[in-house]
């Protein structure tokens, strides 16, 4: 079946550093990929996606680029703020293979410091 | 609407009731999805209703668990028996098409908050 696994957290940073998130995913088909974000007290997001290999997604300064070959999507962003302290979500659907629903990931709560 | 509306948005009910929670989704968004986010968990997937398609309800996690959704719109999903374990914020997204194909993704509401005491 199809499954997403993403690095486990929590990740702490402080105010510009680099924020790397893996995710990796198992998929029969050919899916979508999504990045999810929640921000404390909030609903879920939509961060970023991308529909097929060597797409890129970014939005808000992140970045994922779909890696058919090594099957990850990881989030990257070159220089965090406060207020991307949130959980992230990793995601994948595979419509391709009739499966219509998201599988997430755990989540990754980061916390950025001033 | 202009969003996914959830109601209501915190539920405490006693152990054994049964509740009602209701989500509205994006007007023409065909299909329609029920997730559970328990405390520190990640989400896990319940039921996916897609036009007039039988819904998919392999995430169910057990019979005291069903949901329907009229006219293709509006869903409520019912929880019998409530037991604690039961708590945990109940989500519901919608997208255009099945598998947020199109491009469109899929849109989250707020959710409901539920706690079985």
Not at chain 1, 78 to 100: E, I, K
Request: contains cysteine; proline residues 3%; charged residues 20%.
């Amino acid at each position: 079946g199809n499954s997403v696994t993403q690095m486990e957290g929590p990740v702490t940073l402080s105010e510009e550093a680099f924020l790397t998130i893996n995710c990796t995913y198992t998929a029969t088909g050919y899916p979508s990929l999504f990045w999810y974000v929640q921000y404390p007290g909030e609903g879920l997001q939509l961060l970023l996606k991308a529909t097929k290999a060597d797409d890129k997604g970014s939005n808000k300064g992140f970045e994922a680029t779909y890696r058919k070959e090594t099957t990850s999507f990881h989030l990257e962003k070159g220089s965090v703020q406060v207020s991307d302290s949130a959980v992230y979500f990793c995601a994948l659907s595979d419509p391709s293979s009739n499966d219509y629903k998201l599988s997430f990931g755990a989540g990754t709560t980061v916390t950025v410091r001033a | 609407g202009a969003g996914v509306s959830q109601s209501p948005s915190n539920k405490v009910t006693e152990k054994g009731k049964d509740v009602e929670l209701r989500c509205d989704p994006i007007s023409g968004h065909t299909a329609l999805y029920w997730y559970r986010q328990s405390l520190g968990q990640g989400l896990e997937f319940l039921i996916y209703f897609q036009g007039n398609s039988a819904p998919d309800k392999s995430g169910l996690p057990s019979d005291r668990f069903s949901a329907e959704r009229t006219g293709g719109s509006v869903s409520t999903l019912t929880i019998q028996r409530t037991q604690q374990e039961d708590s945990a914020v109940y989500l519901c997204a919608s997208s255009l098409k099945g598998g947020g194909t199109g491009g469109h993704g899929y849109t989250f509401g707020s959710g409901t908050r539920l706690t079985v005491v």
